[in-house]
């Protein structure tokens, strides 16, 4: 069942002397009301300056407009499932409003011929503390994307008073926002230039994506990207800065497409951040977390290559460490990636698994088809020493 059921919030009297409805630290503590994405009406990607989509293997054109029933079908199935165990674990789970993103977007400064999905949540809008906070977007299709939370967010920003809503500047997505040459650097010139830290947007208009975040109590940590760029890091400074949080830029310049923070550098506990062994951060940009104590641990090598993945997928074989945390004692992994099970199983996590395969299309795993709305916990400061402090 993958129909928008709400249920009833509790009212904001009997709220009053709890946690706030909305409430979210970090990417760890306890969780106890998440959204699982849906893949009802979903479309391919439309190309677009933002998004080259490409068939693996090189197999023609990229398709267009609504996905195959039959696809749908199966990636709902499996968003199901991890759903029936969250709630198995005793998290409450909504699912986003049914939205037909076969509909074309005309706006006066761009057309899209259709738009995408509401599988990945966790690209489009993020709770830091009581906040929520819906992102610009990158892509045209995914302009409105937010119209499949609103029902849901509605309902918590009605039902506590204690609960902020932000939505970040809208982006023009004309074509100037954009640079099309991005798509047709060589390879050796990417590399020769990836310092630079400049993708397929420009700098001129505040541009981020929610999952290029990732929380960790009073730093949150924003990756430069494809998805965001400086103009938005700098946004979401001014706006969290004066609330005690610090907003801190990390770059991976061996990631030459990159897209989201989830694959490449995930917090599991307080302490521990599981990394990517071929994308590592920038030199320099590892000591605030040695100096802190946490340590870095290397995702094994994913149980498909590149090429293994689904046809339509967009994303690297990296979403093998797309986990999500329901505790820090409690990761929930894909099925088959049995070494990263091993590995959290080495470090005292329990792991727990679910088939997740056919929601790779769909541009993400576990992580990226969530969006944390409470886990409990307040916001800690779990880098004390800042000798080494990047914020500035
Ligand atoms: O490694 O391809 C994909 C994350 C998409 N939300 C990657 C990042």
Same mark, same amino acid.
């Given at each position: 069942m993958t129909t928008n059921d709400p249920g009833s919030m509790e009212t904001p009297q009997v709220e009053r002397s709890r946690t706030p409805v909305v409430s979210s630290w970090n990417e760890w503590d306890p969780l106890e009301e998440v959204v699982v994405g849906s893949a009802d009406g979903a479309c391919f990607e439309p190309t677009e300056p933002g998004c080259r989509p490409t068939v693996r293997g090189g197999g023609g054109a990229f398709p267009t407009g609504p996905k195959p029933a039959e696809m749908i079908a199966r990636a709902n199935e499996e968003l199901d499932g991890l759903a029936a165990l969250l709630t198995s674990r005793g998290v409450r789970v909504r699912r986003p409003s049914t939205v037909d993103f076969a509909t074309a977007v005309s706006a006066p400064t761009f057309d899209v011929a259709n738009q995408y999905c509401a599988v990945c949540p966790r690209d489009v809008i993020v709770t830091i503390g009581s906040e929520i906070i819906e992102a610009t977007m990158s892509r045209r299709a995914r302009y409105f994307e937010f119209l499949a939370y609103r029902d849901l967010v509605y309902r918590y920003w009605n039902s506590d008073d204690r609960v902020r809503w932000t939505t970040a500047p809208r982006p023009s !997505? #004309?074509?100037? !926002? /954009? #640079?099309?040459e991005f798509w047709s650097i060589p390879l050796e010139e990417r590399y020769a230039r990836m310092h630079s830290f400049e993708f397929c947007i420009s700098q001129d208009e505040v541009v981020f994506d929610a999952a290029d975040m990732s929380r960790f109590g009073r730093d949150v940590f924003v990756q430069e990207s494809m998805t965001t760029n400086r103009a938005g890091i700098r946004w979401l400074r001014r706006h969290l800065e004066p609330q005690g949080i610090r907003v801190r830029p990390v770059h991976f310049p061996l990631d030459l497409f990159p897209s989201h923070i989830d694959c490449t550098f995930v917090p599991l506990r307080p302490g521990l951040v599981l990394t990517n062994p071929d994308r590592p951060l920038l030199d320099g940009e590892d000591r605030l977390f040695i100096e802190n104590g946490w340590k870095l641990v290397n995702a094994p090598e %994913?149980?498909?290559?590149n090429d293994g993945m %689904? #046809? /339509?997928?967009? +994303? +690297?074989?990296?979403? +093998? !460490?797309n986990v999500l945390s329901i505790s820090p004692t409690e990761v929930i992994c894909e099925e088959r990636e049995t070494p990263l099970h091993a590995l959290l199983d080495s470090l005292g996590f329990e792991v727990l698994t679910v088939p997740f395969r056919h929601v790779f299309e769909y541009g993400g795993s576990l992580h990226c088809a969530t969006w944390d709305v409470r886990r409990t916990g307040t916001m800690e400061d779990y880098f004390p020493d800042a000798s080494s402090d990047q914020a500035t």
């Open positions: !997505m #004309r074509d100037e !926002m /954009y #640079r099309e %994913p149980t498909t290559g %689904p #046809r /339509y997928c967009q +994303s +690297s074989k990296w979403l +093998s !460490m």
